[in-house]
């Protein structure tokens, strides 16, 4: 099984992760989490941050000469701002103290207000800082690992934007493992050029405006193996395991499996994958399903099909140029929510971190169906029941 946690603020010094369970064996380096970390700091619509945030990690734990040792991974992210701006050194500092400028016009569609009520706050920065989308960060490097481990069984995870704000992408011909570079080359992350310039147009009008986008993101699973996941209990189910992981990413409000919601106005008769018996089908056991409706999943399991994971993000709820009702809790008074410095659209960021979150599912019931205390064993595993699946 392999476990994570992250910790840390948005502005604080840096952000950890661990991850627990980690087969040993496993080449990584520095740099390709780095990599990864890089991809998450695309997109047209990203605020000053990220031009700034450099994403300096550093192995705390658990590797040796490039492999992992089996014991718990630790990855530290150090803030840019903290460490080269000697910025927010006071208003995060972790000795006692308090604030001279408590933020108390809470904004919409955050974690703010319910954040203060539940814990007793008076500072929407003791509930905002943990609930920001830099955390992030630390999963996708988390994740990065993850994506590592997969290979090892011939898996990878690749994502696009089909959707931001109103313009919509053709996904005629979805994008392979070979086509990722494609699609990080994007500025919107989108594979449909013409839909690309739409998106770009939207961004910029929304800029303009000081207002924000949402949008929908797809994940795609490439040679997942057949049998993660299980029907035999409603936890194990990997569609559950997938929803909840994508809807925890920040502003995601929506997942679909495959054609989730298209499947539901359609007739029986023309909803499901037809299975065919194909020699040549290979991981799947030598079935195939002649369509992707189900996403790669049925009944909870894992079918060796594309699997596929859609998530909607809504818009940005913290605005460049604040227009938004609410109160300032001190007066009660009507306001409008306080200014953040913020993005415009964080969509094509969203997709390596649903990627991160797919691969970290997969990665977990991977090591749960084949298990493994090192690399070797965790292949040799799944190399047999592959070679032996009915
Ligand atoms: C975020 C607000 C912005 C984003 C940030 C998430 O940060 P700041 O307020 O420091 O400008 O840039 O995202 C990241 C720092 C990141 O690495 O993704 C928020 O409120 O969620």
């Known amino acids: 099984m392999l476990r994570y946690l992250t910790a840390g603020e948005s502005h604080g010094r840096a952000l950890v992760v661990i991850l627990e369970g ?167 992350r989108c594979f449909d050029p013409v839909a690309e310039a739409a998106m770009i147009e939207e961004v910029k009008e929304a800029s303009k405006d000081g207002d924000s986008l949402g949008g929908v993101v797809e994940v795609l699973g490439y040679g997942v193996p057949v049998g993660l996941g299980s029907h035999v209990h409603w936890d194990r189910r990997i569609d559950a395991e997938l929803a909840r992981a994508v809807m925890s990413i920040q502003a995601v409000k929506g997942v679909e499996i495959g054609d989730g919601f298209e499947m539901a106005g359609q007739r029986g008769s023309v909803a499901h994958d037809a299975i065919v018996w194909d020699p040549n089908a290979g991981d799947a056991g030598d079935y195939r399903r002649e369509t992707t409706h189900a996403g790669g999943t049925e009944g909870g399991i894992t079918t060796g099909e594309l699997l596929v994971v859609r998530a909607a993000m809504k818009p940005l709820a913290t605005l460049n140029r604040p227009t938004l009702k609410t109160v300032d809790v001190v007066t009660k008074e009507p306001t409008v929510s306080f200014k953040e410095r913020t993005d415009v659209t964080a969509v094509p960021a969203a997709g390596v971190v649903a990627e991160t979150m797919v691969a970290l599912v997969l990665a977990t019931e991977a090591l749960r169906k084949f298990g493994g205390d090192s690399v070797a064993e965790f292949t040799r595993n799944a190399a047999a029941f592959r070679a032996t699946l009915p």
Do not use: C
Not at 26 to 49: F, H, K, N, S
């Open 22 to 188: 980690l087969p040993a064996g496993l080449q990584i380096t520095v740099e390709e989490i780095q990599d990864e970390m890089a991809r998450r700091r695309l997109g047209y619509g990203r605020g000053p941050r990220q031009r700034f945030e450099q994403d300096e990690l550093t192995l705390i734990g658990g590797v040796r000469h490039g492999r992992t040792l089996g014991s718990p991974l630790a990855i530290e992210i150090k803030n840019s701002e903290w460490f080269r701006d000697d910025k927010w050194h006071e208003e995060m500092s972790p000795a006692p103290g308090a604030t001279k400028d408590p933020l108390t016009k809470v904004r919409p569609g955050h974690a703010d207000l319910v954040g203060m009520q539940k814990y007793g706050f008076t500072d929407a920065r003791d509930v905002l800082e943990r609930a920001s989308a830099r955390e992030t960060a630390a999963r996708v490097a988390a994740g990065a690992v993850a994506k590592k481990l997969l290979a090892e069984l011939g898996t990878s995870v690749v994502s696009h934007v089909v959707q931001l704000g109103s313009a919509r992408a053709q996904v005629g011909r979805r994008p392979t493992v070979g086509d990722l570079a494609i699609v990080d080359e994007s500025p919107v």
